[in-house]
């Protein structure tokens, strides 16, 4: 099964730019890697998938390296709102059966101040 | 255009008891999956459907079994529940796409054990 790591919490004020990396070995080599947010007593949301190098869309840009070890979600001028907590999702390798799996991460739990 | 439906909202249930869950996808999606989300914790794939068969499965037991009908609904089965079977069980709908994993999730069944 893949492995990811994500930080527990972070922390930031209004306005400034925060960066959640999700470390993920052992994934599908040819899935993407998705990014969802979640509110307390919701489902969590799409943010952004990417393969590799960078994405961009209107909420948040993907950075993922060449090697798609690692992948960044960046949050440009983060406000109150933002206060959730962020998921990477990555697809298993194919089993001996070739069933697959999915794989969240632990989740980020971001905190932005006024 | 409703999205992700589940229902019910809140389940309490006893040990040893049998529980159906179900989710109705976002209009247009053909594919469902389920996730356990503990408190706390990043949701836990157990399996995905398309086309009425189980397409991938994560590491749950057999007591969890699921179904999709055709007008895409699904339903998961959770049999001879235990304690730590007590959990949000998030529904997400998708359209086929392969190695994209853009899911639309519904807002969970709250399911207590007792």
């Known amino acids: 099964l893949a492995k990811t790591t994500q930080p527990i919490s972070m922390d930031s004020y209004e306005g400034q730019e925060v960066n959640i990396t999700c470390s993920h070995n052992?994934?599908?080599?040819?899935?993407?890697i998705t990014w969802y947010q979640q509110f307390p007593s919701q489902g969590p949301r799409f943010i952004i998938q990417?393969?590799?190098t960078k994405v961009t869309n209107e909420v948040a840009s993907l950075f993922i390296p060449a090697d798609r070890k690692s992948s960044t979600l960046s949050l440009p001028r983060v406000s109150l709102s933002d206060t959730a907590v962020y998921y990477c999702?990555?697809?298993?390798?194919?089993?001996?059966?070739?069933?697959?799996?999915?794989?969240f991460g632990s989740g980020t739990r971001l905190q932005v101040q006024p | 255009d409703a999205g992700v439906t589940q229902s019910p909202t809140h389940l309490i249930k006893t040990r040893g008891q049998q529980v159906t869950l179900r989710c109705s996808p976002k209009?247009?999606?053909?594919?469902v999956s389920w996730y356990q989300q503990a408190l706390g914790q990043g949701p836990q794939f157990i399996f995905q459907?398309?086309?009425?068969?189980?397409?991938q499965r994560g590491n749950f037991p057999d007591r969890f079994s699921g179904h999709q009908f055709p007008n895409y609904s699904s339903e998961l089965n959770v049999n001879a529940l235990l304690l730590g079977d007590s959990a949000l069980y998030l529904c997400?709908?998708?359209?086929?796409?392969?190695?994209?994993?853009?899911?639309?999730f519904g807002p969970g069944t709250r399911l207590t054990v007792t």
């Open positions: 997400a709908s998708s359209l086929d796409g392969g190695s994209s994993y853009e899911q639309y």
């Open positions: 052992n994934i599908a080599t040819n899935d993407y």
């Open positions: 990417g393969y590799k």
């Open positions: 999702l990555v697809g298993d390798p194919p089993m001996d059966t070739g069933r697959r799996a999915l794989t």
């Open positions: 209009s247009g999606h053909d594919t």
């Open positions: 459907y398309y086309e009425e068969e189980e397409r």
